[in-house]
């Protein structure tokens, strides 16, 4: 599981405006985290669309928790922003699934199959107000 830059700096940015209740712009933002706007808007405008952030337009526009950070999963962000699920090794599943072919007589599936489970209930338990 790699967690990239995006995921960084969408939870330091949540993190920011959850202390807030005024909207947060991109510019204000990037300069305070010291990170690339155009990223940062790519980032944030993602989580907007999938009802994390509310958007404003206009001079006193930006992003504002849309919910309580009690309710937003570290796992739905990440997955948001990385635009794939979180796992641990490109593994399936399902032992039958196996992209290699060779499920039936994997050694290691049921270990690889078990800590992924470990992983989401993880990230599924955790929430922003967890990590404020």
């Not at 309710?71 to 979180?86: A, G, H, Q, T, Y």
């Not at 032992?95 to 989401?120: A, E, R, Y």
Request: aromatic share 8%; glycine share 4%.
């Amino acid at each position: 599981m790699l967690l990239t830059r995006a995921s960084e700096y969408a939870l330091l940015s949540l993190i920011l405006m959850s202390k807030s209740d005024e909207p947060s712009d991109v510019d204000t933002l990037s300069k305070r985290l010291d990170i690339s706007r155009s990223f940062l808007a790519k980032v944030l405008q993602s989580l907007s669309r999938e009802d994390i952030l509310k958007s404003y337009k206009g001079a006193k526009g930006g992003f504002v928790l849309n919910k309580k950070p009690k309710d937003i999963s570290l796992k739905r962000v990440i997955e948001i922003v990385e635009k794939k699920p979180i796992v641990v090794f490109e593994c399936s599943t399902k032992q039958s699934h196996c992209p290699s072919g060779k499920g039936d007589f994997c050694m290691i599936w049921p270990f690889l199959n078990k800590f992924q489970k470990k992983v989401d209930e993880f990230f599924d338990d955790l929430t922003l107000h967890d990590i404020i």
